[in-house]
């Protein structure tokens, strides 16, 4: 038993996680009453990755910043730049294809019990007001821009202190890495779960009626990650993107898509950064804030939505208007996770541009869930394996400067 389990873990976990997927898909298809079971194992990975992320960050970036020295370039502007970019192209890209795709929708009713936020002042303060929270239960709620906040300012308090407190942080910062290790090949089994229940509790059908605003949801993500993402990486290392890109959809996108949580794939980014060779100090840092401001495909679900509604109700858009959309859909984007329900809770926002009373906004609100188990699948792949990109890129344009190979692991 030992030896096969030993020769499994030999095995590509890419390879491994498609197996998974297979299984799952078959087990969904041919036996879906016999073997429910197997939702229990989706269930216990997506609440490892989600229990030990938090700390995991936390220690990573208290170790960091504690031994951090003087001088030591860290290219966290870049890759803050790179975000915002990223962000903000993908909404505009959105903007684009809605026009070119113009989507009419059969306005479901909304969920009750869900309140949008009152404008983007509310969103901005909300995330602000998420650096300043209790630590402990920042912790506790995975608030990752207040752990975020709190390990940068013990780190710096740390900074003095002797050697052996670092090397006991270094320690627990290792021991959290090895068990992250362990919860990752899982991941496996974790899919095929995850995969099961997806396809045995959803069904198809309900999908297929939206089947034109997937196409544009869907369409609009996957030319935001096969070309403008390229395209940014490119003028960055101006090295082919592909292989990186390629890269990251693969082991960190896969993950992303079925666990649908951004914080649930730090641990994945984390682990894949380093297989990059990156600097630790780096992605310590840029990987838990891509998770909370890094979201292209938040931004793309926005203006889509948007203007799917605009479109349903008749209303006409000028080019001016359609740019402000673009910048709209980019900042409600990047404040879209310290919102409960997420991106489609920013909808409402968004429709006041255009003049659309808040009932017909949670309507579409309402079609947002219904599609929801595609659209926040997708989005969730495209936001975290591009956490991974950026930050790859700022290292490897950093690297092309001092004259050094970039060499992408495969």
């Known amino acids: 038993m030992k030896k096969l389990i030993k020769q499994w873990n030999q095995v590509s976990l890419v390879l491994r996680i498609i197996i998974g997927l297979a299984v799952g898909i078959f ?34 970036i208290m170790s960091a910043i504690s031994k951090h020295k003087s001088g030591h370039q860290t290219n966290m502007k870049s890759i803050i730049v790179l975000y915002l970019l990223g962000t903000f192209l993908a909404g505009f890209t959105a903007v684009v294809v809605s026009f070119i795709f113009p989507v009419t929708l059969t306005l479901a009713m909304a969920r009750g019990g869900l309140t949008p936020p009152g404008g983007v002042v509310e969103v901005l303060k909300a995330l602000l007001m998420n650096v300043v929270d209790n630590p402990v239960k920042a912790l506790f709620n995975a608030n990752y821009i207040g752990i975020l906040s709190w390990a940068l300012v013990l780190g710096a308090a740390l900074k003095n202190a002797p050697d052996t407190t670092k090397t006991m942080i270094t320690n627990f910062s290792d021991a959290v890495t090895q068990i992250v290790k362990w919860v990752i090949d899982f991941a496996p089994l974790g899919i095929m779960g995850l995969v099961f229940e997806a396809i ?47 890269m990251c959809l693969r082991e960190s996108g896969i993950t992303a898509f079925f666990t649908r949580s951004s914080a649930a794939n730090i641990p994945v980014n984390m682990r894949l950064c380093e297989k990059l060779g990156l600097d630790k100090d780096t992605y310590s840092v840029s990987i838990p804030l891509g998770s909370t401001i ?12 948007t203007l799917a509604a605009v479109t349903t109700l008749g209303i006409k858009v000028d080019l001016p208007t359609a740019f402000i959309l673009s910048v709209l859909s980019a900042v409600c984007a990047c404040g879209a996770s310290g919102v409960a329900g997420g991106s489609l809770l920013l909808i409402p926002l968004a429709c006041s541009l255009f003049g659309i009373p808040n009932d017909i906004a949670m309507k579409v609100v309402g079609v947002g869930f219904i599609v929801g188990v595609l659209q926040d699948s997708c989005e969730t792949a495209l936001n975290s394996s591009t956490d991974v990109l950026f930050t790859a890129a700022a290292e490897f344009a950093k690297m092309r400067k001092e004259g050094k190979e970039i060499i992408i692991n495969k």
């Open 27 to 60: 087990l969904a298809l041919a036996i879906p009453e016999q073997a429910k079971f197997v939702i229990i194992f989706g269930s216990l990975f997506v609440g490892a990755l989600k229990s030990i992320a938090p700390i995991l960050v936390f220690f990573l």
């Open 200 to 246: 045995s509790t959803t069904g198809m059908k309900v999908l297929a009626s939206y089947g034109h605003l997937l196409a544009v949801l869907i369409g609009c993500m996957l030319f935001v990650a096969l070309v403008v993402n390229p395209i940014i990486v490119y003028i960055y290392i101006r090295k082919n993107p592909f292989p990186l890109v390629l």
């Open 294 to 305: 890094n979201m292209a495909g938040a931004a793309v679900t926005i203006s889509v939505l």
